[in-house]
């Protein structure tokens, strides 16, 4: 009994301590380092990456707004008369200096006449006499006394006839007629101050735009502007007028566009979108497709730096082809992940592989 105690005792013993040298004396072998140290030979999630840099870049600037004729006024009768004549219709293209109304009133005519025969009489005196008096006949003094009279005769035969002319109605520039509220025969003395007709100046044609304080910076008078219309039609002109002072009720500033016009094809209040190419700022073009969100919620872009890390650069957009994408906040030469950003997260260890070119403009 003894002796099977001392073998029991004798074989627990051993092996305990063949259980404790494993683990006071590993043995490493080339598997359990390889499973101690898998992350050494994992595979490192590979992404595709364009390398970027930043250039100047005049962005455009797209608004809405409107036509609006250059020149607007509403002709009126500057004296009373009778409306005898009236030679425009709604939708006429006028001349500058052309007849468009002729108010008329006999007592004008009458002090016209009787102007001219005052003006005739002094005229023949003062011709009469002054071979008299250049002989010595008559004095130097009534020589002056007939010129004064002369004078006198021809300045009110210039006043009668302006009075005349003023029931004459001119049209002030080259336009289109647009209203013609009175009509021929129209009362007399109350004509004065009414309205006869009103016309427009459709060349130049103004295409007319709020901008906000935001947008107002680089637009600049003389800039060249792209008008889409309404109907279709496309024009260019340059930025003629940028307003200094803010609208009161919408706090944005007008700017003006002059287009050339001289067929009168682009009518007067139609919609326009207006396209202002701004001063050139540095920016990098990126596609579209690597814009992404960081885990706070910013928008930007993964880039793998040198060592192999992934890093998020915060942006801002400037402008937007629907393919590509002007930035601003990318690093000089940084290194977008443009397929497989979705994927990674800032700080991870990837392996950046170039993208095709099918994935960079994508």
């Not at 930035?327 to 994927?343: E, H």
Request: proline share 3%.
């Amino acid at each position: 009994m003894k002796a099977s105690r001392v073998t029991a005792v004798s074989l627990v013993a051993a092996a305990a301590l063949w259980v404790l040298s494993g683990h006071l004396i590993p043995h490493e072998t080339a598997e359990s380092r390889a499973a101690i140290r898998p992350s050494e030979t994992e595979k490192l999630f590979r992404v595709a990456v364009i390398e970027t840099s930043i250039v100047p870049h005049s962005r455009k600037l797209v608004l809405s707004g409107r036509t609006e004729a250059d020149r607007k006024v509403a002709l009126t009768a500057r004296t009373g008369g009778v409306l005898t004549e009236l030679r425009v219709k709604r939708g006429q293209q006028v001349k500058q200096g052309e007849v468009i109304a002729i108010l008329s009133d006999d007592a004008r005519e009458a002090q016209v006449a009787q102007a001219r025969a005052m003006y005739n009489q002094r005229k023949a005196e003062l011709e009469a006499r002054r071979k008299l008096i250049e002989q010595g006949t008559l004095p130097r003094l009534e020589g002056v006394n007939l010129e004064s009279q002369f004078k006198a005769a021809e300045a009110g035969l210039a006043g009668a006839e302006a009075e005349r002319d003023r029931g004459i109605l001119r049209a002030p520039w080259d336009g289109v007629i647009t209203e013609v509220p009175a009509e021929v025969g129209g009362a007399a003395f109350s004509m004065a101050g009414k309205e006869v007709a009103t016309m427009v100046a459709l060349d130049p044609m103004l295409a007319v735009v709020e901008v906000s304080e935001r947008k107002l910076a680089g637009i600049n008078v003389g800039d060249k502007a792209k008008v889409r219309l309404a109907t279709g039609q496309i024009a260019e002109g340059k930025i003629r007028f940028v307003s200094k002072s803010a609208s009161q009720t919408t706090r944005t500033y007008r700017v003006e566009a002059e287009l050339k016009n001289a067929d009168g094809a682009i009518p007067d209040g139609i919609t326009a979108e207006v396209s202002v190419q701004l001063a050139p700022v540095p920016l990098t073009r990126v596609a579209r497709s690597a814009l992404t969100f960081s885990s706070g919620g910013d928008l930007g872009v993964r880039a793998v730096d040198e060592d192999g890390k992934v890093q998020f650069h915060r942006v801002s957009i400037h402008e937007d082809e629907q393919t590509f994408m002007w930035l601003d906040g990318v690093p000089q030469g940084a290194r977008v992940i443009v397929q497989g950003q979705d994927f990674v997260r800032e700080g991870q260890r990837v392996e950046a592989m170039p993208a095709s070119s099918s994935t960079a403009t994508r």
